[in-house]
């Protein structure tokens, strides 16, 4: 079990937010779980309230935690609904139903220099790849590749995804344990290639926004890099800068 008392030089919020996150890495409280209480948690790290609540502050800020009026303290899950869809931004122009999912591929393979620096893993360690099609309208709007750490993901095949009705960050949660709570992304514009063309159903040449993404788990580790290559003729990426 992570430690439960203060011992660094940091501020006492700052420690008792990472030892917070230190229990949640442990899976002391899993994605759904409610949080103790504020005084619970005070007693339990020999702190005031006012700390723990500023503690509390900065989880929910970078949404490690989520506040829910009236009930308490959460471990987001990417299996509710709210949430599903929480790092995918394509929005619709229009009131189109959401996406539907077509797997293209899932195979091990050993990580590239690339993806290995990405990840923080050894060249030439194994990596599941994973290719997918997300439509909406009855067309396909994104091509997805990722790749994930095969120590993180042993099992993940294609029939695993298949089976699975949600989305995938829903699945690493509830069969792997692993819950992704941030992602930085890098866009640009890209025209499309011959093969990415045929899948999307556009030309080739075709203006595509390009989003490469990596997701992070407790403790700002890296376990997935994915690229995305979306169709936004009828919809637009959207962004919120607080």
Not at 17 to 45: K, M, N, T
Not at 111 to 135: D, M, N, Q, W
Not at 216 to 224: A, I, K, L, M, S
Request: charged fraction near 25%; proline fraction near 7%.
């Amino acid at each position: 079990m992570p430690p439960s008392k203060p011992r660094s030089p940091a501020p006492l919020y700052e420690q008792i937010r990472q030892l917070i996150v230190a229990a949640l890495a442990a899976g002391e409280w899993r994605p759904g779980d409610a949080l103790p209480s504020e005084a619970a948690l005070a007693q339990r790290f020999g702190a005031s309230p006012g700390t723990v609540r500023r503690a509390m502050d900065e989880l929910a800020a970078e949404h490690i935690v989520e506040r829910r009026q009236g009930s308490g303290t959460f471990v987001p899950t990417h299996a509710a609904p709210r949430q599903q869809f929480r790092f995918l931004r394509l929005v619709a122009d229009d009131e189109a139903e959401g996406f539907t999912r077509e797997l293209l591929g899932c195979r091990r393979l050993r990580a590239s220099a690339e993806v290995a620096r990405a990840l923080g893993l050894r060249t030439s360690e194994p990596v599941i790849e994973v290719r997918r099609l997300l439509h909406r309208r009855g067309r396909p709007v994104v091509l997805d590749e990722l790749w994930l750490a095969e120590r993180h993901f042993e099992g993940l095949t294609a029939e695993v995804m298949a089976r699975h009705p949600g989305t995938l960050y829903a699945l690493f949660e509830t069969r792997f344990g692993v819950h992704m709570v941030r992602a930085e992304e890098k866009l640009r514009a890209v025209a499309a290639t011959p093969e990415a063309a045929q899948l999307l159903q556009v030309s080739p040449g075709e203006p595509l926004l390009s989003v490469e993404r990596l997701a992070f788990t407790y403790g700002d580790r890296p376990v997935e890099l994915r690229r995305g290559l979306y169709y936004t003729s009828s919809d637009h990426y959207r962004n919120e800068l607080n």
